[in-house]
């Protein structure tokens, strides 16, 4: 018994592959390989000829602390501090009133969600995240301003935005609860942890990390939304701070304007308000990806 103990155990040994089965694997590694490089090679394209056409705009210091107010558009002066804060601060707005709903939608969604009620949330989320940016800019423009009798303003893109982005926040957050262990919950309740500070104390914070990612990619992707700044609100060449009214502008809404704009100055303010937009995205991608490092680490 002791010498059948004592004798050492041989590791499993794998079978050997087939020349046929290294074959069709190298191919569909080529494959794959290749799908990715196509699709690579017009994303490359395109910042290469954004970075191109638009580093000359915002290599100047007036680009980031100037306003276009005054400016001609022959002139070749000014900056976009103005439209850059315009985007910050009407995707900020959207994201206080979206994320807050859009988790506890999903929170309902994972731990409460039962019969008819969830199912219809869960079909109008679906249906919410197919909705075109134009039809949601035009149900705040009909309810808010149409309705309510609210002026065009700063704020009404906001709401439009709350629609935009609540799909995916509510989607994102659903899949993070999901992941959160049955084990976790299980060993809470049976410590007599009531259902909601066990929601609040240990599923949440373990999928707090997935969550804010999910947030910050969902305030990225409306960043760049075309459809609400023009039907909602007007262009202005000065910053506005007030939300609720007057124009404001956006980095979409200048290049919008500037496209008529026949001059090379407007030409450059184009392309350098397309790249600034995509410095913004990069850096809310790059926080996204730091915080879920950060919050994984200390988990």
């Not at 100047?60 to 306003?67: E, I, P, Y």
Request: hydrophobic fraction near 55%; include cysteine; charged fraction near 15%.
């Amino acid at each position: 018994m002791t010498a059948t103990l004592d004798k050492p155990v041989k590791a499993p040994t794998f079978r050997h592959v087939s020349p046929g089965r290294r074959i069709r694997n190298n191919l569909a590694t080529g494959v794959v390989w290749l799908c990715f490089l196509l699709a690579l090679v017009p994303l490359l394209w395109v910042l290469y000829t954004v970075i191109d056409n638009g580093w000359h705009a915002i290599a100047s210091l007036d680009w980031w602390t100037k306003s276009q107010k005054g400016v001609l558009p022959e002139q070749r002066a000014g900056g976009v501090y103005h439209a850059i804060y315009g985007t910050i601060v009407q995707s900020a707005v959207a994201a206080v009133i979206a994320v807050p709903l859009g988790i506890m939608a999903a929170v309902y969604l994972v731990e409460y969600g039962r019969g008819w009620l969830a199912k219809t949330t869960t079909f109008m989320v679906d249906i919410l995240a197919g909705v075109p940016s134009i039809v949601a800019a035009l149900f705040i423009f009909a309810l808010w301003i149409g309705t309510f009798g609210f002026p065009q303003s700063a704020f009404a893109v906001s709401l439009a935005l709350v629609l935009l982005m609540l799909p995916v926040v509510v989607r994102s957050s659903e899949e993070m609860l999901k992941l959160v262990p049955d084990e976790l919950r299980e060993a809470a309740y049976a410590l007599g942890v009531p259902k909601w500070k066990t929601i609040v104390r240990i599923v949440i914070p373990t999928a707090a990390p997935g969550m804010i990612s999910g947030m910050l990619l969902a305030v990225a992707r409306v960043m760049g939304e075309t459809a609400p700044v023009l039907v909602l609100v007007g262009y202005s060449k000065s910053i506005n701070f007030d939300l609720t009214n007057g124009n404001m502008a956006s980095l979409p809404l200048l290049m919008y304007q500037e496209l008529a704009n026949p001059e090379p100055a407007g030409r450059a303010r184009v392309w350098g308000a397309a790249l600034t937009l995509i410095l913004i995205i990069a850096l809310l991608y790059l926080a996204a990806a730091g915080v879920n490092k950060l919050l994984t680490r200390n988990r």
